[in-house]
Every structure is written in structure tokens, then in C-alpha cells.
């Protein structure tokens, strides 16, 4: 089992382009959550979806960012016209379901120049 | 909105010396759990407590839980070297995904 997969580990965009940041889940494992971590800090909650379905975007900005669980294929978290504000780590997690631990992707790291 | 906040922000120790963090709580949880994070990785689930547990043991780890005074700790006992990481409580009140702490930095020197 290949555990939690995220791609890129590393992504570079200018300010103005879109962030497309990608994440398999483990096998088996229908919950995927979205967190972001700036340096020093804990992580915060953006997203939580099932598959074909958001079930908790409060943590998302309501502007420029959206995020995809499809039937078919890796979560998508999607950062459009982004901005320097945005460069983080980008953790995406997933569990069998609500009530176990997360396993942890390595993480994305954007950095917007 | 629920939140773990973890004490001390940084801990600095010796190899074999104990390791002990705390986590705070404001509700009511289902559950607490405990996350290591090595510098530039994704975070690794250490142990899962239950709101109707007290003590839970893993290898070197011993998490305890006071719902009462909603804190919990994290002890790392006999530390090595590799231990060095971050560590992270998170409080799982149902129905909602983890809200994780800032988390305490460890360092374990040789």
C-alpha cells in the first residue's frame, strides 16, 4: 500500500497562474481532508470531502480556491490567479472514515514568486 | 472553534531524558490524538485516545487524558536522537475533520 500520494512535492507558479495540487488517497479510503501550513505553525483545516462530494469547505477561502473528490482519480485542490500569500505546504490526509486517524501525504509545497 | 493548543511552544533535551508535552482543550471530544512531524515531511499518527480512556501506552509513548480539566500529555520516555520533530494534538469532537494545535518542537540532543 502506497500510502497517501501527493504531486507535486514541490510547485513554483508566478503570481497570476493557477496551482493545480494533486492527492491519492489510500486504498480503501474515501475520506480526504486538505490542510495548509505556513513555517512554524500548526496546520488549518481548509477542506473535507468524500468521493463526488464536499462535506466541509469551511476552512477554504470562498475566492480563487476550490477543490474535487471525482468518482474517478485524485483529489484536486485548485488554487486560481494565485498570489504570494499562498506559498505554504499543502497536506492533503485521508481515513477510512471520520472517526480513525489520518494517514498524511508528504505534503506540496508552493511557492509563488 | 475547537482548538488543541500545545505547551511548550520548544523543548530542548538530552538523549535518555524524558519528554513530556501538553495539549489543551476548550469542548467536549470524542477523541484526542497525537501527530509527529519530522522538518519538511507530512505528519505520522502516534496514538489515538478515546474521551472514556485515561492512559494509553505505545512502545516509548504514554499519552494520558483528563477530561475534566480537558488537557492531555505526551510523554516520550528514554528520547533519541531521531525523536527530534514536531508534535501535534488534535481533538476530534464528530462529524468534523481534526483541528490541530501549533504544535511543540522537540529537540533531542545527542
Known amino acids: 500500500n502506497a500510502g497517501v500520494m501527493q504531486n507535486p512535492r514541490h510547485l513554483v507558479r508566478r503570481r497570476g497562474q493557477e496551482a493545480r495540487l494533486r492527492c491519492s488517497p489510500m486504498?480503501?479510503?474515501?475520506?480526504v481532508y486538505w490542510y495548509r501550513q505556513l513555517p512554524e505553525e500548526g496546520l488549518k483545516f481548509m477542506v473535507y470531502l468524500q468521493k463526488e462530494n464536499i462535506i466541509d469547505e469551511s476552512g477554504m477561502p470562498k475566492e480563487r480556491f476550490s477543490a474535487e473528490f471525482p468518482k474517478e482519480g485524485p483529489s484536486i485542490l485548485r488554487i486560481q490567479q494565485v498570489v504570494r500569500g499562498d506559498s505554504a505546504a499543502y497536506f492533503c490526509a485521508s481515513s477510512p472514515r471520520d472517526i480513525y486517524g489520518y494517514t498524511f501525504g508528504s505534503g506540496t509545497r508552493l511557492t509563488v514568486v | 472553534s475547537q482548538q488543541g493548543e500545545e505547551d511548550p511552544q520548544a523543548l530542548s533535551i538530552q538523549e535518555g531524558e524524558n519528554a513530556t508535552m501538553n495539549c489543551s482543550y476548550k469542548t467536549s471530544i470524542n477523541n484526542l490524538q497525537w501527530y509527529r512531524q519530522n522538518s519538511g515531511r507530512g505528519l505520522v499518527h502516534l496514538i489515538l485516545i478515546r474521551s472514556n480512556e485515561r492512559e494509553k501506552h505505545s512502545g516509548r509513548l504514554r499519552v494520558t487524558l483528563d477530561t475534566s480539566k480537558k488537557s492531555s500529555s505526551l510523554l516520550i520516555t528514554a528520547s533519541r536522537a531521531a525523536d527530534t520533530a514536531s508534535y501535534f494534538c488534535a481533538t476530534d469532537v464528530g462529524n468534523t475533520p481534526l483541528v490541530f494545535g501549533k504544535g511543540t518542537r522537540l529537540s533531542v540532543i545527542a
Open positions: 486504498k480503501g479510503h474515501s475520506h
